[in-house]
């Protein structure tokens, strides 16, 4: 069977892939890996499809390992499959397209210099980056003429300078740089990191004016969940279908959202919203960054816990279940949501999206995975909605002590000496928690008994629920002092270890 390449095209692919390999490349993509191209590829494409857009897109990888993925989409010209699946309006639906905006594909630590002209080149205006949170960040390392550098800010540092220099700094030389890292403000830490290696490497002042006024490093949240490749399979099962085999083959939600700040008028230049997408050029990210991580991520860690004690494996199959089902969408619709400053309507149509995405039968998500750190990610997604109603001298909500309670019989976790901590669910089923390791000996402690055996009940729920409560190294505070939510946790244990449920 044949491999995926320009001959297999239908004609307005074949236009289409040939207009962008003749045309002028104003995108240079920092990022191989199956997020980018099921995101920003795939409405690039849709720009492309309704005549919007025509610019082409560069892509390298931001480590030398991923040079194996570009290889790949080099050896098929820049093609690949993007397979959209999932839920839309309660419906199944399942769409295939070959994506075709890569105009080219290639390694930057073979090719440095065919990186450095494509910085010099007065065709580019953006650069799209998605290097994970630990690729976005300051690590100091040489400048040395000629040779690759290897993080991804240092190397974007450097090929600003050649563009300073081969413009002359004079304006309107600059770029639009885009981060998709899901760091919060990844914009203006990419801009800081850009001036630090600036001033390591002694560039002149007029160039760090120059990034400054001439550059932009706009700040956005992306949210899509992308698959990536299927079983083996499904993916034998399609290229059956389609006649092709297909290394690069991806899949993805159909939800998208992506939020930029920045002025509305930058549509005229990257114009995602005329081709209908889920984009916003907003002027502050911090509500829509608020309504993901109390909603979206809030639901999964309100539901992860408390489903594992009970059996549970995945998030589908919570949604599905029915009691955790209504649990989890009345504790977001009549908990969570009124303790947003936000729209409640925007709120309760984001959160039907958010369902919607949780019942994707094409997505397999283990809760054992969300589960990790959840610490933490308690402290930040559902802790601020429980204590804004005891801040307003109302009782603590019911649903999320419930799932606090889950949280804490989750972590009723021992040490088995070497390093890893296992707790056991309702069942008698043994787990293995991954958390940091200083809070889980300090659950551990708090679940031990004086003189019993480790992990064991120690007194009442009401003296056990004191005891984790207590632990403001991990919340931040001394919950106990929180009015009623001693007593309405200990009930929650109580009820859990009894097997009762509301």
Known sequence: MSQLNKTLLGQEDRERYEA??????????????????????????????????????????????????????????????????????????????????????????????????????????????????????????PLQEGQ???????????????????????????????????????????????????????????????????????????????????????????????????????????????????????????????????VHFVEDLKPFQLRKVRILNGAHTLMTPLALVHGLEQVREVME?????????????????????LPEDELKDYAAAVYERFLNPFIRHRLADIAMNSISKFKVRLLPSLLAYADRGEPVPARLVRAFAGL?????????????????????TVYTVRDDAGALAALAAAWASEGAGQGAAAGSEQEQAERLLALSELWGRDLQAVPGLVEAVASQLEELERGQHE
Not at 49 to 64: D, N, S
Request: glycine content about 10%; charged content about 25%.
């Open 20 to 141: 962008v390999q003749a045309g002028k490349i104003t995108v240079l993509q920092i990022g191989e890996g199956n997020f980018l191209r099921g995101f920003s590829d795939w409405m690039l494409q849709e720009c492309h499809k309704q005549g919007l857009f025509g610019g082409g897109v560069a892509v390298t990888q931001p480590r030398p390992g991923g040079k194996p993925k570009i290889d790949a989409l080099a050896k098929q010209g820049g093609l690949y499959t993007l397979v959209i699946r999932g839920l839309e309006n309660g419906a199944a639906v399942e769409r295939k397209e070959v994506v075709t905006v890569f105009a080219k594909a290639f390694d930057p630590y073979s090719e440095w210099e065919a990186l450095v002209q494509l910085a010099e080149s007065e065709d580019l205006r953006f650069v799209v980056s998605n290097t994970t949170e630990a690729g976005l960040a300051y690590k100091p390392e």
């Open 148 to 278: 690759p550098i290897q993080s991804y800010p240092g190397k974007l540092a450097y090929l600003l300078y050649r563009r300073f220099l081969a413009f002359e700094g004079v304006a309107g030389s600059g770029l639009i740089c885009l981060p998709c890292e899901l760091l919060e403000r990844n914009g203006d830490e990419l801009k800081a990191c850009v001036l630090r290696y600036s001033e390591d490497w002694g560039f002149p002042q007029a160039f760090k004016e120059w990034v400054e006024q001439d550059n932009r490093f706009l700040n956005s949240l992306v949210d899509r969940i992308v698959t990536g490749y299927p079983d083996e399979q499904q993916a034998q099962q399609w290229f059956a279908e389609w006649g092709y085999e297909d290394p690069m083959l991806t899949t993805a939600e159909p939800y998208h959202f992506w939020a930029i700040e920045a002025e509305p008028e930058l549509d005229e230049q990257l114009p995602l919203r005329r081709a209908g997408l889920n």
């Open 321 to 341: 279940h029915a009691e955790f089902g209504p649990y989890v969408r009345d504790a977001v619709e009549k908990e969570i949501i009124p303790a947003l400053p």
């Open 408 to 428: 804490l019989r989750y972590y009723k976790v021992e040490s088995d000496g070497a390093g890893a901590y296992t707790g056991t669910d309702l069942f008698g």
